[in-house]
């Protein structure tokens, strides 16, 4: 099973609670899989945590433009890159081109990268601010 961590959190309340709700979701998909959930569940699963991506992102990107964070563009265009590669796995995944666990080590990494190195960002801009 996979784990939150402490090193997830930014600093910002509603994003750090954000990002626990996006874990949580992979934390499903993950048990699903682990389970012997069907193709359909999994899809269910992963359909719900895109349409969650799309809030976050768009939550996240108001933080950015209300704290004046001069990277808001770039982390934009990885919000924009990860929501086509979520797709894309969702994709693959209904056609039986992607195994599950293909799809949940993308999650993982997904998640863990895009927090701990861009999210990251934000927090250190918002202590120095």
Avoid: C
Wanted: hydrophobic share 40%; proline share 2%.
């Amino acid at each position: 099973m996979i784990e939150w961590h402490d090193r997830f959190l930014i600093g910002n309340p509603r994003i750090d609670f954000e990002h626990r709700i996006f874990f949580d979701l992979i934390s499903q998909y993950s048990e699903a899989r682990l389970t012997g959930a069907s193709t359909e569940r999994l899809v269910r699963i992963l359909d719900e945590l895109a349409l969650y991506a799309r809030f976050h992102f768009k939550s996240e990107e108001n933080l950015m433009q209300d704290i004046g964070y001069p990277g808001l563009g770039e982390h934009k265009e990885h919000h924009h890159r990860l929501t086509d590669d979520l797709s894309s796995n969702l994709a693959g995944l209904q056609l039986g081109l992607y195994a599950t666990d293909r799809v949940e080590t993308f999650l993982l990494d997904w998640f863990i990268a895009h927090v701990t190195n861009e999210d990251a960002q934000i927090s250190r801009f918002m202590v120095s601010g």
